[in-house]
């Protein structure tokens, strides 16, 4: 095919994100976004690589942004939603409405929050020896693709007041707890170190936390997992971008019938993996320590969108109801042979109850 009749089928996003000059990384899974090689990037004033994992299916995408030591990344807005995971270092963000008083809040690594859609944001590195490194999710490619028109959607006045109305204490105010361990708040401190609850139905001894940030339709969870464990398989739509913030390990991924083509992806701190619309995908844990990711993606409940995300897709229901789980009494005796095989590398005790297959 002619060169031009390739770029006549990007997508609108595609062509802008190659217009950007910045490394484009396609991958199933990243090892450690801290390590991802970044290219200058003129229209931030800072460094940058997209991350365009296999899995996420033009629904939504993620880059990282590193800010040099001292600096600042440019003011922008938009009209796409971003979700941003601080992965190094220390600094502050400003964020405001056209004309409307300039709201600024600290972050470090482990801090997660929500840039209210359309809302000008700016984003400064106080430390005058490091880095600052962010990976942040957008909506981006839904948003543009749908309008195709990026003066639109890069050059809006539309001002969300629904969305930020410039308080002061929009990102200081203390979150509030909502049913089925749903935290809304603006702003998390450190997901690395804030509390976590019960959740039974996903086994593995895990306990969770959502959060909505911002009303947002991107939304988020944190999850961890003791040693020597690991959760029960199940599937959902795309576009779950889910960062290791703690602990080693690996995960299965695979389609429905397919179980011979397991893909198995091996994680540490800092590496991130997208998976597969609708594959079944099982976390590990072999490390020495508890493991917790963080987990970016639709599935708002205050704002669901797509069907078979977030509690629209009966993520902790078993198959044999109707649900979108492999429960441990159902699951292939592979799964539990090759996490015994890995533990026994890292001299790990497994801490999973018998099944009827291994009695
Ligand atoms: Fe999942």
Same mark, same amino acid.
Not at 24 to 46: D, T, Y
Not at 211 to 230: M, N, R
């Given at each position: 095919?002619?060169?031009? /009749?390739?770029?006549?089928?990007?997508?609108?996003?595609?062509?802008?994100?190659?217009?950007?000059?910045?490394?484009?990384?396609?991958?199933?899974?990243?090892? &450690?976004?801290?390590?991802? *090689?970044?290219?200058?990037?003129?229209?931030?004033?800072?460094?940058?690589?997209?991350?365009? +994992?296999?899995?996420? $299916?033009?629904?939504? /995408?993620?880059?990282?942004?590193?800010? =040099? @030591?001292?600096?600042?990344?440019?003011?922008?807005?938009?009209?796409?939603?971003?979700?941003?995971?601080?992965?190094?270092?220390?600094?502050?963000?400003?964020?405001? &409405? !056209?004309?409307?008083?300039?709201?600024?809040? !600290?972050?470090? $690594?482990?801090?997660?929050?929500? %840039?209210?859609?359309? @809302?000008?944001?700016?984003?400064?590195?106080?430390?005058?020896?490091?880095?600052?490194?962010?990976?942040?999710? =957008? =909506?981006?490619?839904?948003?543009? &693709? +749908?309008?195709?028109?990026?003066?639109?959607?890069?050059?809006?006045?539309? %001002?969300?007041?629904?969305?930020?109305?410039?308080?002061?204490?929009?990102?200081?105010?203390?979150?509030?707890?909502?049913?089925?361990?749903?935290?809304?708040?603006?702003?998390?401190? /450190?997901?690395?170190?804030?509390?976590?609850? /019960?959740?039974?139905?996903?086994?593995?001894?895990?306990?969770?936390?959502?959060?909505?940030?911002?009303? =947002?339709?991107?939304?988020?969870?944190?999850?961890?997992?003791?040693?020597?464990?690991?959760?029960?398989?199940?599937?959902?739509?795309?576009?779950?971008?889910?960062? %290791?913030?703690?602990?080693?390990?690996?995960?299965?991924?695979?389609?429905?019938?397919?179980?011979?083509?397991?893909?198995?992806?091996?994680?540490?701190?800092?590496?991130?993996?997208?998976?597969?619309?609708?594959?079944?995908?099982?976390?590990?844990?072999?490390?020495?320590?508890?493991? *917790?990711?963080? @987990? %970016?993606?639709?599935?708002?409940? *205050?704002?669901?969108?797509?069907?078979?995300?977030?509690?629209?897709?009966?993520?902790?229901?078993?198959?044999?109801?109707?649900?979108?789980?492999?429960?441990? $009494?159902?699951?292939?005796?592979?799964?539990?042979?090759?996490? !015994?095989?890995?533990?026994?590398?890292?001299?790990?005790?497994?801490?999973?109850?018998?099944?009827?297959?291994? *009695?």
């Amino acid at each position: 095919m002619a060169e031009k /009749d390739k770029s006549k089928n990007l997508t609108t996003h595609r062509k802008w994100i190659e217009g950007q000059g910045i490394p484009i990384l396609s991958e199933f899974s990243v090892p &450690n976004l801290k390590e991802v *090689k970044v290219g200058s990037w003129e229209r931030l004033g800072a460094y940058g690589a997209f991350i365009v +994992l296999d899995a996420v $299916e033009d629904i939504n /995408d993620a880059y990282v942004l590193e800010m =040099s @030591a001292g600096s600042s990344a440019r003011a922008e807005r938009h009209m796409y939603e971003e979700v941003v995971y601080v992965l190094s270092g220390r600094g502050a963000s400003t964020v405001w &409405n !056209e004309g409307g008083p300039k709201r600024t809040f !600290e972050w470090h $690594e482990g801090s997660l929050f929500a %840039i209210p859609l359309n @809302a000008w944001h700016q984003f400064f590195n106080v430390q005058e020896d490091k880095h600052a490194r962010f990976y942040v999710v =957008s =909506s981006a490619p839904l948003v543009m &693709n +749908l309008f195709h028109n990026l003066d639109f959607v890069l050059n809006n006045p539309y %001002i969300f007041q629904d969305r930020f109305d410039g308080r002061k204490d929009f990102f200081n105010a203390e979150g509030q707890e909502m049913a089925g361990r749903v935290w809304e708040t603006n702003f998390v401190e /450190d997901v690395r170190t804030f509390p976590l609850l /019960d959740w039974k139905e996903r086994g593995g001894g895990g306990i969770n936390r959502l959060f909505e940030l911002a009303d =947002s339709t991107l939304t988020c969870h944190v999850s961890q997992f003791p040693v020597g464990t690991y959760k029960k398989a199940h599937r959902h739509g795309a576009g779950a971008n889910v960062i %290791i913030v703690q602990g080693q390990g690996y995960s299965l991924l695979w389609e429905e019938g397919k179980e011979s083509q397991r893909v198995k992806v091996d994680w540490k701190v800092g590496g991130v993996l997208a998976p597969p619309n609708m594959w079944f995908h099982q976390h590990f844990n072999t490390g020495a320590d508890p493991a *917790k990711y963080l @987990a %970016i993606r639709w599935g708002s409940r *205050k704002f669901p969108l797509f069907k078979n995300v977030g509690e629209r897709g009966k993520v902790d229901v078993s198959v044999k109801e109707g649900g979108n789980q492999i429960e441990y $009494e159902d699951e292939h005796p592979y799964i539990r042979k090759l996490f !015994e095989e890995e533990l026994a590398k890292n001299g790990v005790q497994c801490k999973m109850p018998p099944t009827k297959y291994n *009695k």
